[in-house]
């Protein structure tokens, strides 16, 4: 890997934070979780960015104190060993399968708008085309190109959110009455927004210095929920018509105008494509570590992982064809992906609680295992079925 590839500087590194990890959570989360339980999707908001925010230190924590290509799993290894290492490791590919896809297809959707008479699946894979090529560019130059997009886009956001605050005459913010089951189900949507965290530290190797990736985490995590906040406050006070269904094309229209669809076409697809760079970048690195054969631990002299990164594009491919033959459903794809990510999240989380000692980062990770178990118990039942018994089948093999 040349150095010019290693010589990212915190900001760099948060315009390939902020976009993905706001990705498509961003245009879909807030206005569906409004429209299931109104108001009280604040309260949601305010404590799952909370428990993304510690998140985002314990894992920033974690890719400091063992920088590589492996990302947290070669903490995992360190303290847990490697057949932990393997099963977190999977547990992340397996989200990175299905997850992608998912996104490739939130993306589709928002151009299909313009391209009526291509199907769902062709326009995600278009989108696909267009993020593999992104993703054999040189990581240092790619970030400067996302904190440019990134920084667009937040503005909008930024913009917009207040506009809608500084134009509401009545402020209504009284609270629902919602069900556990209703709570759980809302807590196991939202995650997809705190997802992402996990994959940073496999671009530990590529930073100038360990407080390059400090800095750079506390930084997105900021303003990624800031972005989020200001967001969820103008759709719960906003003056919307009660009586339909609130999408997030009415949080930009006041401000924006006619234009306001091609506005929110376009960053729907810029950060659905940043959330790919970020995972399947990331992933690929991570598959590349594992030198599973000489195939996945090829590299181009940019110091991209091309093996891993083309055995990933022909499992997205084959999805995409099992997806526009109706044997999957975007549901299922964010079902198997959330599931995955959790039990990835929660076995790093383990990993922290191990390692640390007495300390605020330790009590962290202690909460979030529970928090993120319980949230877990709310999956899908076929997800979880798999999950124990990757489990089993790990820590029974000697």
Known sequence: MSKEIKKINALTLSGLIIGPILGSGIILLPAMLYNMIGNFSLVIWLIILTLGFAFALVFGKLAIKFPGDGGVSLA?????????QLLTSFYLICAVFFGPVAVLLIAGKFLQEFFP???????GFYVYIITYILLLIRISFLGKLMLIVTSSI???????SIHIILNTHHFDLTLPYISIKEIGYSFILVFWAIVGWEVIGNYSNEVKSTSTLTKAVIFSAIVVSLVYILLTLA??????????????????????????NIILTSISVILCIGTLILFVGGVSRLIKSLEISTFTSKTTKNGVPIGALNLLSLFYIITLLLVYFDHLTLDNLVAFADGFFIAN????????????????????????????????LFSNIFVLALILGLFLFTYLKK
Not at 237 to 250: A, D, I, Y
Request: glycine share 6%; charged share 15%.
């Open 117 to 123: 008479n291509t199907s769902l699946e062709l326009l």
């Open 154 to 160: 937040t503005v909008i956001f930024f913009l917009s």
């Open 235 to 260: 759709i719960c006070l906003g003056e919307f018509p009660k009586n339909q269904e609130f999408k997030l094309l009415m949080l930009i229209e006041p401000l924006f105008g006619k234009v306001s």
């Open 76 to 84: 995992t290894k360190e303290v847990l060993g490697r057949k932990y």
């Open 345 to 376: 999240a929660i076995i790093g989380l383990i990993t922290a609680v191990v390692l640390f000692e007495n300390g605020i980062l330790r009590f962290f990770a202690i909460v979030l295992t529970i928090l993120f178990f319980i949230i877990l």
